[in-house]
């Protein structure tokens, strides 16, 4: 869980300091934290103008920092069904708009209130670069999947027949792409190894 000390929030990877209407977020010099930078940068370039995301007030490309609007609230603990309407409806203006995330845990909504919630942090993403492009088909039904894997978890008697069918069997490939994951690992250091002999 995200700790916050007077206002600030800092990993090995970022420094996020929270003003009272305003979050200022500067990309630590750590491996791909450009990639990072201008990921959260264009994404929400193309989310201004949507509810519960964060509007970009600034930029500073050479020191890395996004300046974006506070939303209020905290990470909640559960999910109101209210809620799950308006996350289906969120996710749903984010790809219209050409982002599809990666990941959708718990700790990246924000709410106040069982009736209101907001989405930050947008470093794991894939953009649209043209509707049929196949990583883009993909990235979509990512974002499906935790959408759903949310409400599964919260409210599950919201989910159709079709969307638990589809979370089942994304399981099934997850689980065993999980398995092939220390296979990866140990070719990827051997490879290195020997490279660097």
Do not use: C
């Amino acid at each position: 869980m995200k700790v916050v000390t007077d206002g600030v929030y800092e990993t090995e990877k970022m420094n996020v300091v929270i003003e009272a209407s305003s979050v200022i977020k500067t990309f630590k010099k750590v491996k791909d934290y450009k990639k990072r930078y201008f990921r959260e940068k264009i994404a929400l370039q193309r989310l201004i103008g949507l509810d519960n995301f964060p509007k970009l007030l600034h930029f500073d490309d050479e020191n890395t920092t996004l300046t974006m609007s506070r939303l209020k609230g905290t990470a909640p603990e559960t999910l109101s069904v209210k809620q799950i309407i308006l996350l289906r409806e969120m996710v749903a203006n984010m790809l219209a708009q050409g982002v599809a995330r990666h990941a959708m845990p718990v700790r990246d909504l924000l709410a106040d209130s069982d009736e209101n919630l907001g989405m930050v942090d947008f470093e794991r993403i894939t953009f649209r670069s043209f509707e049929w492009s196949p990583i883009w088909l993909i990235a979509k039904k990512v974002s499906h999947y935790h959408l759903y894997r949310l409400i599964r978890t919260y409210q599950p008697q919201q989910l159709t027949e079709q969307e638990y069918a589809f979370l089942a069997k994304t399981d099934t490939i997850r689980d065993y792409l999980m398995k092939l994951k220390p296979l990866k690992l140990k070719l990827k250091n051997m490879f290195k190894n020997r490279s660097n002999k």
